[in-house]
């Protein structure tokens, strides 16, 4: 029965929705970055909803992430939970990572990417430099009633994804400078908030945020820990220890969003399988007794720095 309402629902949405592009002019929906969202999905994504999925997602993300937490993903099975992963997920990057995005000055196209991103969506990444960066409301701060702060931390990077925003959200998002996003990406690590880029099939199959996360909001955090789904991937690093700084205080533990640490015998103990490398213990031991280091077997970062000599050996 629950199925049967959530398919009423979506219908009647994507009904409604595409009704107001009918009659654009009037509603004032069909906006010029509306109308470049469209031209950069193609036809092929308008005729099978994906442009109008796109649409209602960018326009309405904190009630859509809302109804995706509470309604819809406590119901999907094993087949639904493998293909929200397939359309929707991030991966994991360290400070580092995060700021060599937004410091990218020239365009990076990538291509076969299955150690960095493994999964079926974002095969290929398109880094424009120096990219456009519009920071916007958390859409999942805003789905809970004691949101950690602040709330604006969503980096949108590259058009038209930025130019979409700014258009449809005026009051909530606001353009950022290369300095104002770094000082930003900062900001948040010392808060203890790990930096995640997103992938979304709805939104051209490309990446095209920089989230902030926290794990108590973050609803990738939910997803994984409370019902077992990877929507993340690791971003290529593992923590390590200095047994000799380590007190045994437990902040690392409080701290770690996978429930990777624990202490035993007054000293950090990592579960390697759990650990991300987000560096978020890096960051929070008072006693620097943690880092995080290179793992090849937890997949190749997204480091365009690194990736830049890879795909374009001349530059």
Request: aromatic share 12%.
């Given at each position: 029965m629950i199925w049967i309402i959530i398919a009423i629902v979506i219908a009647?949405?994507?009904?409604?929705?595409?009704?107001?592009?009918?009659?654009?002019?009037?509603?004032?929906?069909?906006?010029?970055s509306t109308w470049a969202m469209l031209r950069a999905n193609g036809l092929r994504r308008i005729f099978n909803l994906s442009?109008?999925?796109?649409?209602?997602?960018?326009?309405?993300?904190?009630?859509?992430?809302?109804?995706?937490?509470?309604?819809?993903?406590?119901?999907?099975?094993?087949?639904?939970?493998?293909?929200?992963?397939?359309?929707?997920?991030?991966?994991?990057?360290?400070?580092?990572?995060?700021?060599?995005i937004i410091l990218l000055n020239h365009d990076i196209p990538l291509q076969d990417l299955e150690q960095i991103i493994p999964y079926t969506l974002a095969r290929e990444i398109v880094?424009?430099?120096?990219?456009?960066?519009?920071v916007?409301?958390?859409?999942?701060r805003n789905n809970r009633r004691e949101a950690c702060q602040p709330t604006q931390v969503c980096m949108v990077v590259g058009k038209p994804f930025t130019d979409?925003?700014?258009?449809?959200?005026?009051?909530?998002?606001?353009?950022?400078?290369?300095?104002?996003?770094?000082?930003?990406?900062?900001?948040?690590?010392?808060?203890?908030?790990?930096?995640?880029?997103?992938?979304?099939?709805?939104?051209?199959?490309?990446?095209?945020?920089?989230?902030?996360?926290?794990?108590?909001?973050?609803?990738?955090?939910?997803?994984?820990?409370?019902?077992?789904?990877?929507?993340?991937?690791?971003?290529g690093y593992i923590a390590q220890l200095d047994e000799n700084l380590c007190k045994g205080c437990g902040i690392c533990v409080n701290a770690c969003p996978f429930n990777a640490l624990s202490i035993k015998d007054q000293i950090s103990i990592?579960?390697?399988?759990?650990?991300m490398g987000c560096g978020i213990c890096e960051v929070m031991c008072p006693n620097n007794a943690r880092s995080v280091v290179l793992e090849e077997r937890k997949g190749t970062p997204l480091d365009v720095r690194l990736l830049v000599g890879k795909e374009n050996p001349s530059q």
């Open positions: 009647v949405i994507f009904i409604t929705t595409l009704a107001f592009w009918l009659i654009g002019e009037r509603w004032h929906l069909l906006r010029p442009a109008i999925h796109g649409y209602i997602y960018g326009r309405w993300t904190i009630k859509y992430l809302g109804i995706l937490r509470n309604l819809i993903y406590p119901r999907l099975g094993t087949r639904g939970m493998r293909w929200l992963r397939n359309s929707y997920h991030g991966k994991v990057l360290t400070q580092e990572n995060a700021e060599s880094l424009t430099g120096p990219p456009d960066v519009v916007s409301e958390c859409g999942c979409f925003i700014l258009e449809h959200h005026p009051s909530s998002s606001r353009r950022l400078t290369q300095v104002e996003a770094i000082e930003l990406l900062r900001k948040e690590h010392e808060r203890g908030h790990m930096h995640t880029a997103w992938f979304k099939d709805a939104l051209i199959d490309r990446f095209y945020v920089i989230c902030n996360c926290c794990k108590c909001c973050c609803l990738g955090v939910e997803f994984m820990m409370k019902y077992g789904n990877p929507v993340m991937a690791s971003s990592l579960d390697w399988d759990k650990c």
